[in-house]
């Protein structure tokens, strides 16, 4: 095991004890995963996190024998739709899987979540799908997954949990707190009412606006910008030291003039 790939284990048990302590998960009923070259890296099966090491995470082939796995404990039991994510999905770097407690309500209200807040665009489109239901661990309920994954960053799994996608850890981890969020944001609202929705146009404005969110201006324009007042003070210093090799005092510029 080399030191990039240590690096990517420990994140992952980083990342379940951090969604364990945060409330985002409970017990070991969630799983994670990460790419690593030609290999997928999981979560092992019904191991508490707190007692979790590196070389306990399996490893996956993610081309050649389907479901063939190395390591000293079997890989999570959901290995499944994470592997045929990541098989399906090259822009996926990394898969959260959580039960967290507004994201399974709606779930097991079979409700998808509408575009209750411009948030939604962060997932890719206008809504997060419900994916139906299968048990755990099987090959329908990975189906039924890529399914409702299709063109999304993130799903609800029927009477389950959810399913977050991203390019890297950090990213998929970020994207299941915001739905886990977004669906407590949407549960409370429907006890108020009807929520109002947002349109297909206000959400591809926001998709539009998250492409150049958190840009900072190049620091080389402003030193550019800042450069300016020094030449002219520089000119000035010149015309002095030119006026004195002249014996003449330099001209002063009269405030009065227009």
């Known amino acids: ?22 409330g985002l ?9 990460a790419r690593y070259k030609d290999r997928m890296l999981i979560t092992p099966s019904a191991t508490p996190y707190d007692s979790m090491r590196p070389e306990m995470i399996a490893s996956m ?20 739709f994470h592997l045929d994510i ?19 309500v709606l779930a097991i209200a079979r409700k998808p ?3 209750c807040h411009y948030m939604m665009a962060a997932f890719g489109g206008t809504d997060v799908r419900c994916a139906g239901y299968a048990r755990y661990g099987t090959a329908e309920l990975s189906e039924l997954a890529l399914e409702a994954l299709e063109g999304r960053n993130g799903c609800l799994l029927a009477n389950h949990g959810m399913i977050a996608v991203g390019a890297n850890l950090d990213k998929a981890m970020w994207l299941a707190v915001e739905l886990e969020t977004i669906a407590k944001q949407y549960y409370l609202s429907l006890a108020l009412g009807q929520p109002h929705i947002l349109g297909d146009a206000e959400i591809a404005e926001t998709a539009q606006g998250f492409s150049t969110y958190g ?14 007042p020094v030449k002219k003070a520089a000119a000035k210093s010149g015309a002095r030291t030119r006026a004195a090799a002249a014996g003449r005092r330099p001209e002063a510029k009269r405030s009065g003039a227009r």
């Open 215 to 228: 840009l900072q201006e190049p620091k080389a324009k402003k030193n550019a910008k800042a450069a300016k």
């Open 25 to 33: 998960n409970q017990g070991t009923s969630g799983n994670i995963s």
């Open 86 to 104: 990541m098989r399906g999905r090259p822009d996926v770097g990394a898969v959260v899987h959580t039960h967290s407690t507004y994201a399974t």
């Open 61 to 80: 082939p993610l081309d050649g024998e389907y479901g063939s796995w190395e390591g000293p404990l079997k890989p999570s039991t959901e290995w499944r």
């Open 113 to 115: 979540i509408p575009a």
């Open 1 to 22: 095991m080399n030191r990039e790939e240590r690096q990517i284990r420990e994140n992952i048990i980083a990342k379940c004890r951090w969604m364990n302590a945060s």
